[in-house]
């Protein structure tokens, strides 16, 4: 049964740690997603990929995210530094890039910035 | 950019009682999703609609898409306990074959 992994599931740090959430795709996917999740905003897309490339981050906040996919089992959000109203459920999806082309998300790593 | 708006942002039912969430997209799309997310858990898809004026059925939910395919609808007939959770819409613009631009869902309860 192929998921979507992500860790950590939960993180709690203090305001201006740096802090680095992995994702891995489903095994032959070929593009990933990023988003955050909050009561206020709903599903944010940060960033996406295909075929390892990013497309867009154009909903990332550039001074202290960045997103990566050093190879394509694994997908890196860093935020640096961290601040309070990073707070949120942070959510990785993987998609075959064709055909229906849904998302398979990950469970989500939550993060608590104090 | 685009904006894709979904109403009611909450609703309550009585077991039994039917469920409809609309979603407006400020542009035409060339398809649309719905997805489900349970409480503490992670969206899943549910179901694509393409066509113009499209409807699927998944047992007893029903959805559809508009004739100028700006619109849609998940409809749950005789809701079940099971059916409590966040439904989010998601729309896909001609411009990009892989960004959804997601609604910010309808948290559906259901009281037994």
């Known amino acids: 049964d192929a998921r979507v992994t992500q860790t950590p599931r939960h993180k709690v740090t203090e305001m201006g740690q740096e802090v680095t959430m992995r994702c891995q795709p489903i095994l032959g996917h070929n593009t990933v997603f990023w988003y955050r999740q909050t009561m206020m905003q709903g599903l944010e897309l940060l960033a996406y990929?295909?075929?390892?490339?990013?497309?867009?981050d154009s909903g990332m906040p550039k001074d202290r995210f960045s997103a990566e996919m050093p190879d394509a089992t694994l997908a890196t959000l860093k935020i640096q530094p961290s601040e309070p109203r990073d707070s949120a459920v942070y959510f990785c999806?993987?998609?075959?890039?064709?055909?229906?082309?849904?998302?398979?998300f990950g469970p989500g790593t939550r993060l608590t910035v104090l | 950019g685009q904006q894709v708006m979904q109403i009611p942002q909450y609703q309550h039912v009585q077991e039994g009682e039917d469920f409809t969430t609309y979603c407006n997209s400020s542009t035409t799309l060339s398809n649309i999703q719905w997805y489900k997310q349970r409480p503490g858990g992670h969206p899943v898809f549910l179901i694509q609609l393409v066509k113009s004026g499209e409807v699927k059925k998944q047992k007893r939910l029903t959805f559809q898409f508009g004739e100028a395919k700006k619109n849609s609808s998940l409809h749950i007939t005789a809701t079940q306990t099971t059916d409590v959770g966040t439904y989010f819409c998601a729309g896909r613009s001609g411009g990009s074959n892989y960004k959804l631009t997601f609604g910010k869902g309808t948290l559906l309860t259901v009281n037994p």
């Open positions: 999806a993987s998609g075959l890039g064709t055909g229906v082309n849904e998302q398979f």
């Open positions: 990929f295909r075929n390892r490339a990013p497309l867009d």
